[in-house]
């Protein structure tokens, strides 16, 4: 009776003991993996209404598609938002060997 008492608790701590080494693994692999650096920028496109000047800027607060920037410079029409969007930059991290 009491060797089968050490037995279930041997088996116990075994299975713990691989489950500690198992988790402890997964976190040194989970740190080592460095996720790769990204930027994100957001980009409005501000174009003249005549299609004959565009020009890319970053997006500010408040800008919207559709909005009236100002004049372009090649005709003088008036210079709209014509599209916003997200430009995603991904940067290879250097690799420590
Ligand atoms: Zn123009």
Do not use: W
């Amino acid at each position: 009776m009491i060797k089968l008492q050490i037995d279930t608790v041997t088996l116990l701590i075994m299975t713990l003991v691989l489950l500690f080494i198992y988790i402890m693994f997964t976190v040194i692999k989970e740190l080592s993996t460095k996720k790769p650096e990204v930027r994100r920028r957001t980009i409005a496109i501000h174009s003249c209404i005549n299609n004959d000047y565009e020009i890319r800027k970053e997006f500010k607060i408040g800008d919207y598609v559709g909005k009236v920037i100002g004049k372009c410079p090649r005709c003088g029409a008036a210079l709209i938002i014509k599209a916003i969007y997200t430009e995603v930059e991904e940067r290879p991290t250097k690799s420590i060997t």
